[in-house]
């Protein structure tokens, strides 16, 4: 006889309506498939072509490399971090952006769970361990923002904890701009119905099941909750120095390129071709500024 698997199907308020989503069923429910796109008001209505997305892609990343010229030349270091909805893209943009830069000076930081020792530390110890040295650039796939979202929502933290969190953060990142490090903070958003469709994909797909995790299921009906954590990591640790810079990200390509954009226009790095940079596209990154108003 065979063993009977658990069903992992969930119901779920999506704007007002309940729907029953099961993870595991094959077949993707026709409402996530029509709803994804344009989930969470995403302003286009289709993504945009993959031979345009690597078309500039190219250009970017040819930038990227004279940035790290720029830092081995000058000393000067990169730090950025990615934060977001889970399944937002943020691997896939760090690889975007990381992808022909020399890995001896293009750095990727994934810590997992905490030892017994770390967790004794003041909360930003093992994060500071990691920070660039001279002429490093330095991607966060999740960050100190840990404790901004997942850990108050999931119970990995006491309130306290949490609130004191949010009064320190702001301090620290003063003292990593104060002492030169150019300082990114990305925030990708996505709507639900495409988190759903991610989930769907990632599940299904023998490549990338190893990115759904059981954390990714616990959550699903936490939506509001994180909801709740992103608006209050916004607005209180969004500061002139480190301001968060939020994409909307249902379009991985635009968001890619948009996110490095942002990058290269920002620094002030030797060879620059703004022209080869291109725009911003204002329908897709804003600050955390204008997220909140």
């Known amino acids: ?7 992992r199907a969930v119901e779920l308020d999506i704007h007002g309506k309940t729907r029953i989503f099961d993870v595991d069923d094959p077949v993707l429910p026709a409402w996530i498939e029509e709803e994804a796109l344009a989930s969470g008001g995403y302003p286009y209505k289709k993504k945009l072509k993959d031979e345009d997305y690597l078309e500039e892609l190219e250009k970017l990343q040819i ?6 010229f720029w830092l081995q030349s000058t000393g000067k270091r990169v730090m950025a971090v990615f934060e977001g909805r889970d399944a937002a893209g943020k691997g896939g943009s760090i690889a975007a952006t990381s992808a022909h830069m020399n890995p001896r000076l293009a750095r990727v930081v994934a810590l997992t769970k905490p030892t017994d020792r770390e967790a004794g530390q003041w909360y930003f110890q ?14 966060f796939d999740r960050s100190w923002y840990n404790r901004a979202g997942v850990e108050p929502v999931m119970g990995f933290c006491t309130p306290k904890q949490y609130e004191q969190f949010l009064k320190q953060a702001p301090r620290m990142e003063r003292l990593i701009v104060q002492d030169g490090i150019f300082f990114f903070k990305f925030y990708l958003d996505i709507g639900r119905e495409m988190q ?3 989930f769907h994909d990632r599940r299904h797909d023998p490549r990338a099941v190893w990115k759904l995790s059981s954390m990714d299921i ?10 709740e954590k992103r608006d209050r990591m916004l607005k209180d640790t969004h500061t002139d120095y480190a301001p968060w810079t939020v994409i909307r990200a249902n379009d991985k390509r635009r968001a890619r390129l948009n996110l490095i954009r942002h990058i290269l226009l920002t620094l002030d790095y030797e060879g620059k071709d703004e022209k080869a940079i291109g725009e911003i596209d204002g329908k897709i990154i804003g600050s955390g ?3 909140l108003k």
């Open 1 to 7: 006889m065979a063993e009977e698997v658990e069903s």
């Open 289 to 291: 500024a204008q997220v």
């Open 63 to 68: 930038e990227l490399i004279k940035v790290q």
């Open 126 to 139: 093992r994060y500071v361990a990691q920070f660039p040295t001279a002429g490093e650039f330095v991607l």
């Open 196 to 198: 759903l469709k991610r």
């Open 218 to 227: 616990a959550a699903l009906t936490k939506w509001k909750d994180y909801g």
